[in-house]
C-alpha cells in the first residue's frame, strides 16, 4: 500500500508542477506582443512649396534648427487616411503646437508612399507627393481667419488645429479640431463646405466664438484628437484629448457620436478611463464591428518616454461604473524586431533601435488598420521641437507596420473583443493535467479504502 500512496503522491506532485507550468504559459501569453515588418522615414528637415514658416517660434527649436524656414515644413503628422496603391494621405497639424506661433504654418494634407524597410528588402524611404490645401473662398467660416481678406483664404494653424480626418462615402473629408473644438467639413481638394460646427456647451479657451466673461470648460490642446468613422460611412466619433475642466475624474475623456447626415450630435457618448490623468488620447480609429482602437501616452519622449500603448474597445461593451472596458494590443516601447529592421538607419545617440524597437515620440498620434491584422502607426515629430529618437537631434517622421499577435489570425491569440466563441470545457492541457491530477487522486483513494478496510496502517 505505502508504494501506491508513493505513487499516487508522485503524480499529485507532477499533475501540481504542470499546473503551475500551465499557468505561467498562459501568463506569458496575456502580456501583448508585437513584431516590427516594416519602417520608413520622412528627414525632419523636409520641406514644400509654399511661404516661409516658423517666424513666430521663440527660442525653442532642437538640433540647430533656426527660423523662419524656407517653405512648408512636411511633418507633424497627426491622422493618415489609405489612399490605395500604397500611397496614404498623412495630415498635419496645425504646425508649431499654438495658435499664437502658427498663422505662417498652411493646414495641409500630404500624399506620401513609403518604401518601407522590411526582412526582404526597401529602401526605407518615404516620398512626397500632391497635397489638400485647406481653404475657405466661400467665405463659410463666420470668424475671421489668417488669411481674411484674400482670394483664396487658405487656412493656418492659427486658424484650427486639425488633429484628426476621416473621409465619407461621397469623399468628403471630414477633420477634428482641438480649437473650437470643431468639426471641418471639406470637399476631396479642401475646399471648406459649410461652417465649423461646434461641439455644444464645450469650448476651449481659443475659440474664437467666447464671448466676453465666458469661461471655457476644456483646456488648451485638449479638443478633438482621435476621430473614428463608422462602417458604413454614416457616423462620427469624435474624441476629446483630454479631461472637461469640471470633471471631477480626471482621466475621464469622452467619445461623441455625431451623424453625418442629419449635420447633429446624438447626444450618444461613451466615457473611456486612462490609466492617469496627465495622459492624453493620441488617436481613435474604427477596427470594425464596433470595436475601436485608441492610443494612450504620456507626454513625455526618449529615455523619459514610460507609457505609450495602444487599446481596444467595443463599444457596445463596459464596466460597471460605464466605462468602456480596454484591452491592451500594443505597447509602442516594446516591439520585437528579430529581422533587425530598424538597425541599418540608426545614428550615434539614437535610442530604441533594434531588438526590442521602441517608438519613443512625445505625440504619436496616427494609427490605420492594415490587412492581416497589422497596423500602420506614424509618429507626430512637432517640428523642430522634439526629440525622442535622439536627444540631439529634432525627430523624422517616421511610419511603421506592427503585426500584434493580439489583432493576427491565430485564434489563440485573439484577444476576447476579437476572438470567435467559446466552445466551452478547457483546453486540451488543461483537461490532461485535470485528467492526471484525477487519476492520481482515484488511486491514492483507492488505495487509502483498501488499507483501511485490511486494518492497516498508512
Do not use: C
Not at 113 to 122: I, V
Not at 243 to 253: C, F, G, T, Y
Not at 306 to 318: A, I
Not at 341 to 357: K, V
Amino acid at each position: 500500500m505505502r508504494r501506491e500512496i508513493k505513487i499516487a503522491f508522485r503524480l499529485l506532485v507532477i499533475g501540481g508542477s504542470l499546473i503551475a507550468a500551465a499557468a505561467g504559459t498562459v501568463s506569458a501569453a496575456q502580456a501583448p506582443e508585437a513584431v516590427l515588418e516594416g519602417r520608413a522615414v520622412l528627414p525632419a528637415d523636409t520641406f514644400a512649396e509654399g511661404p516661409s514658416s516658423g517666424s513666430m517660434l521663440e527660442d525653442e527649436t532642437k538640433g540647430g534648427r533656426t527660423p523662419p524656414f524656407e517653405g512648408q515644413p512636411v511633418g507633424g503628422v497627426s491622422a493618415v487616411l489609405d489612399a490605395a496603391n500604397g500611397e496614404y494621405l498623412a495630415m498635419a497639424d496645425n504646425g508649431f503646437g499654438k495658435k499664437g506661433n502658427s498663422a505662417d504654418f498652411l493646414l495641409r494634407a500630404y500624399t506620401i508612399r513609403p518604401d518601407f524597410e522590411t526582412a526582404g528588402g526597401g529602401s526605407g524611404g518615404i516620398s512626397v507627393g500632391e497635397f489638400i490645401q485647406l481653404r475657405d473662398p466661400d467665405r463659410l467660416i463666420p470668424f475671421e481667419i489668417v488669411n481674411e481678406d484674400t482670394e483664396d483664404r487658405l487656412l493656418t494653424g492659427t486658424d484650427f488645429d486639425i488633429e484628426s480626418v476621416r473621409r465619407d462615402p461621397r469623399g468628403d473629408l471630414w477633420f477634428g479640431d482641438e480649437f473650437g473644438p470643431f468639426l471641418l467639413h471639406t470637399d476631396a481638394t479642401g475646399r471648406v463646405l459649410e461652417a465649423p460646427i461646434p461641439l455644444p456647451d464645450v469650448k476651449s479657451p481659443e475659440n474664437p466664438t467666447l464671448q466676453s466673461g465666458e469661461e471655457p470648460n476644456l483646456p488648451t490642446s485638449r479638443g478633438f484628437e482621435g476621430m473614428a468613422i463608422s462602417e458604413d460611412g454614416t457616423t462620427l466619433y469624435p474624441m476629446l484629448e483630454g479631461a472637461l475642466e469640471d470633471d471631477q475624474d480626471q482621466s475621464r475623456r469622452y467619445i461623441y457620436e455625431f451623424n453625418l447626415a442629419g449635420r447633429q450630435y446624438t447626444g450618444e457618448r461613451w466615457q473611456y478611463h486612462v490609466e492617469a490623468p496627465e495622459h492624453a488620447i493620441g488617436d481613435f480609429t474604427a477596427l470594425g464591428a464596433g470595436r475601436f482602437l485608441i492610443i494612450e501616452r504620456d507626454n513625455e519622449q526618449g529615455e523619459a518616454a514610460s507609457f505609450k500603448k495602444v487599446y481596444l474597445v467595443d463599444l457596445s461593451n463596459t464596466d460597471a461604473e460605464g466605462y468602456l472596458v480596454k484591452e491592451e494590443v500594443l505597447d509602442l516601447l516594446q516591439i520585437r524586431d528579430p529581422d533587425r529592421i530598424s538597425e541599418p538607419s540608426g545614428s550615434e545617440g539614437d535610442i530604441g533601435l533594434g531588438d526590442p524597437f521602441s517608438f519613443p515620440f512625445q505625440t504619436i498620434e496616427s494609427i490605420l488598420p492594415l490587412d492581416g491584422g497589422r497596423l500602420l502607426l506614424l509618429n507626430d515629430n512637432n517640428y523642430p521641437l522634439s526629440a525622442g529618437r535622439n536627444p540631439e537631434q529634432p525627430d523624422d517622421t517616421e511610419a511603421i507596420v506592427v503585426r500584434p499577435a493580439a489583432l493576427s489570425g491565430d485564434p489563440a491569440a485573439l484577444s476576447p473583443a476579437t476572438r470567435p466563441p467559446s466552445t466551452g470545457g478547457f483546453s486540451p492541457k488543461t483537461t490532461a493535467i485535470l485528467t492526471l491530477l484525477l487519476a492520481a487522486a482515484i488511486l491514492g483513494l483507492s488505495a487509502w479504502t483498501r488499507s483501511r478496510g485490511r486494518g492497516g496502517t498508512l
